[in-house]
C-alpha cells in the first residue's frame, strides 16, 4: 500500500483493506482514536509494534513510558513533531506492507 493510499483511507470509517496491527493503530490514531489506537497495539510484541506504541505514548504525553517502548523497539525517542513520527512511521509500515506483498 502506497502511503498515499493509505492516507487517503483515513477519510472513510473503515480501512480500505485489511492493515496490520501497527497500521490499523496509525489508522485510529489519525481519525482521533487515541484509546482504541492503544488497544490495537498494546500487545504486540515485535519491534514495529513497540514503535507504534512509543508514538502513542509520547503523544499521550507519558514520555516515561514511551521511552521504554522506544527502547523495546531498539530505537531512539524521535526528536521531531508528533505529525513527523506519525508520517514516518505510516511510511514504513506501508512500505514494509508493500514489500510483504511483492514477496
Known sequence: MTIETFLASC??????SPLSPPLKALWLDKRGEWEMAHAEIQDGSDPGSAAIH????????????????????????????????????????????????SA
Do not use: M, V
Not at 11 to 16: E, I, K, V
Not at 61 to 66: C, I, P, S, T
Open 11 to 16: 477519510d472513510f470509517n473503515t480501512p480500505l
Open 54 to 101: 512509543a508514538y502513542i505514548h509520547r503523544k499521550e504525553g507519558d514520555l516515561w513510558n514511551a521511552r521504554y517502548w522506544y527502547n523495546q523497539a531498539g530505537r531512539k525517542p524521535f526528536t521531531g513533531s508528533l505529525d513527523q513520527e506519525w508520517r514516518a512511521l505510516a511510511e514504513e509500515f506501508c512500505s514494509a506492507s508493500t514489500q510483504a506483498l
